[in-house]
């Protein structure tokens, strides 16, 4: 069955980096888009960055130009790179994969991001 095991999440200060990891199972990793999302209390989940199995990005304008999504092929990783933290940014991410090209996908249990202002 498919298996997402996101880590790296913590309590980071405003201006801060951290780097969350995707470990992925069950899954044709190489066949297979990936994303980030992430839920704050009391808002709706929303993607925050996504890459194809061709390896190309897209992200939000929350976060452009400050997360950086990368794939390792060979070890069947997803990760998200955050720099320049905001308080904003803090949320539960989740690590999601696109299971098929008409919208079934599968979420991950998540990691906590706090930032501290």
């Known amino acids: 069955q498919v298996q997402l095991v996101e880590s790296g999440g913590g309590l980071v200060q405003a201006g801060g980096s951290l780097r969350l990891s995707c470990a992925a199972s069950g899954v044709t990793f190489s066949r297979k888009a990936f994303g980030w999302g992430r839920q704050a209390p009391g808002k709706q989940r929303e993607l925050v960055a996504s890459?194809?199995?061709?390896?190309?990005?897209n992200y939000a304008d929350s976060v452009k130009g400050r997360f950086t999504i990368s794939r390792d092929n060979a070890i069947n990783a997803v990760y998200l790179q955050m720099n320049n933290l905001e308080p904003e940014d803090t949320a539960v991410y989740y690590c999601?994969?696109?299971?098929?090209?008409?919208?079934?996908?599968?979420w991950g249990q998540g990691t906590q991001v706090t930032v501290s202002s």
């Open positions: 999601k994969v696109d299971l098929t090209p008409w919208g079934a996908m599968y």
């Open positions: 890459i194809s199995s061709g390896g190309s990005a």
